[in-house]
């Protein structure tokens, strides 16, 4: 049976802010109010900083407004809390701060009932919320495997294992974090990334303008997605950039590499870091691609994740070099998976050359692993469909 439309409403409580960077959440959630007009999400990001708030973009609640939803349309509401202390030096009264914020917005929207869906396992401090009526926790990290400080590591394993035991469903992108996590929660669900295909197909990036930015002297290896120490492998990238100084490497998503990483690659007269671009701009970056590339760390951080970037990458139908990290180890037959950075560096001249060879199966491929189909089961989890 279907939920009743009062009660096709989400607290997302998210790790990103909603704004022009798309990942798997903003996705999910724009795709489940187009397809349900009854539906209404309140999303709440992260607290910024006190004495960081000229890092809000347009669409968050700004100073005087910092206890109300920010109507980003008719049924989506943005919440952007602030916080007035480091957590080291105040993390009891900013987690009360926090929870007070999102009572205030709540009972201001009068929502009566809702489904709470968390993404990030440190927000559990906010958990128990009365009038919520059912729990979900989406894992898209295993953050308990990424190089942090032990102190902030013992947090997030003890907010994970809280969140594990209290969700009422638990969602994970992978077969990794399937495996681990089955065994301590009592619903899981696969529910794996996709792609809104028609955008990447090249019928359509042949309509694309190409950016002045990425008009280059010679062919371009491009990379899609954040830039974190956890996931890009630096010391590779800087080998094959010196192997190959004839191809640009060019980087689009956030950077979150150190300033001393970040400088490593900028030195390189071939390499470049664009940063992040708007979701709806990326299959224009795609169309200067002549190879797809994604040079990560294979590490049980890594292992977790499901990147988004290859369902990208695969309805294209342009080559893609890899290493045998997760997700793209299981395409072997259709790209190039290299072993090491010797063989990366010979793998991008060699899909360079190949061009569009293999691109009716990559794209055939892609054709199974839409969004829409992801969403389609979370709408059956939700109960909002018939």
Not at 23 to 52: F, H, K, M
Not at 192 to 214: C, D, F, H, I
Request: a negative charge.
């Amino acid at each position: 049976m279907s939920a009743a439309p009062d009660t096709r409403r989400i607290l997302f409580i998210s790790l990103e802010h909603w704004d022009n960077v798309w990942r798997r959440n903003q996705i999910v959630c724009a795709n489940l109010l187009e397809r349900c007009p009854d539906a209404e999400i309140l999303w709440v990001g992260p607290p910024t900083d006190l004495w960081n708030l000229q890092g809000l973009s347009s669409i968050d609640v700004m100073p005087g407004k910092l206890f109300k939803p920010a109507k980003t349309t008719d049924r989506l509401h943005a919440l952007k809390p602030f916080k007035p202390l480091p957590n080291k030096l105040g993390r009891a009264w900013n987690e009360t701060l926090f929870k007070s914020c999102l009572a205030d917005a709540l009972k201001k929207l009068g929502w009566q009932n809702y489904v709470t869906w968390v993404n990030n396992q440190s927000y559990c401090h906010l958990l128990p919320l009365d009038k919520s009526t059912k729990l979900i926790y989406d894992i898209t990290d295993d953050w308990s495997q990424a190089s942090v400080p032990p102190h902030i590591l013992s947090q997030i394993k003890a907010d994970d294992e809280w969140m594990l035991t209290n969700a009422d469903e638990v969602i994970v992108c992978s077969v990794d974090l399937y495996e681990n996590k089955r065994g301590q929660c009592k619903s899981i669900h696969l529910i794996r990334n996709g792609v809104k295909l028609q955008p990447y197909l090249p019928e359509s990036l042949a309509t694309n303008k190409v950016p002045e930015e990425m008009k280059f002297s010679g062919p371009v290896a491009g990379y899609i997605g954040t830039l974190h120490e956890d996931r890009l492998d630096v010391d590779l990238v800087v080998e094959v950039a010196s192997k190959l100084p004839h191809v640009h490497f060019v980087f689009i998503g956030p950077n979150s590499l150190s300033a001393t990483n970040t400088k490593t690659l900028e030195d390189l007269p071939n390499c470049h870091i664009l940063g992040a671009r708007p979701y709806e701009q990326l299959p224009s970056y795609m169309a200067g691609f002549n190879v797809c590339i994604t040079p990560h760390v294979v590490s049980p951080f890594t292992e977790s994740l499901d990147p988004i970037k290859m369902y990208e990458y695969m309805a294209t139908g342009k080559p893609i070099v890899s290493t045998a990290c997760a997700g793209f180890r299981d395409l072997e037959q259709l790209i190039f998976m290299a072993k090491d950075k010797t063989q990366f560096a010979q793998f991008v001249e060699k899909a360079i050359a190949e061009g569009n060879e293999r691109a009716t199966p990559r794209i055939e491929w892609a054709r199974e692993q839409t969004w829409d189909k992801r969403v389609d089961a979370v709408e059956t989890l939700l109960g909002w469909k018939s």
